[in-house]
């Protein structure tokens, strides 16, 4: 499952993948089944509203998204920028984190 999920496997990875999902799940599910969150032409209106700056950052192993279903997503903001990460699958961050760091910093530089 390592390489399906991360691209690679090494120590810091298998910290990660061993973490309780359940633990961090009920944090996020109030946002993932909010109200309209089943509606896809609701949601895609009101993204196409925000004036907020969007990073898509999509790891070029991953299967869900794949980068062009990542590039897809773009689509659906008015000012969207996408990054792709080539080593990387569904979690950049551990697996490329300087990479994800920069593209981060290059997108929206810290103040100052």
Do not use: K, Q
Request: glycine fraction near 8%.
């Amino acid at each position: 499952m390592g390489s399906l999920f991360y691209g690679d496997w090494n120590d810091t990875i298998a910290t990660h993948a061993t973490l309780e999902f359940e633990d961090r799940l009920p944090l996020a599910a109030g946002g993932y089944y909010g109200e309209g969150a089943f509606d896809p032409p609701s949601t895609r209106a009101r993204l196409a509203e925000s004036d907020v700056p969007v990073l898509v950052v999509a790891g070029g192993l991953d299967w869900a998204p794949t980068p062009e279903r990542a590039t897809e997503l773009t689509a659906l903001f008015p000012n969207t920028a996408l990054t792709v990460l080539p080593g990387s699958a569904h979690y950049p961050w551990i697996t490329e984190p300087e990479a994800f760091v920069s593209a981060i910093t290059e997108f929206a530089p810290p103040p100052g």
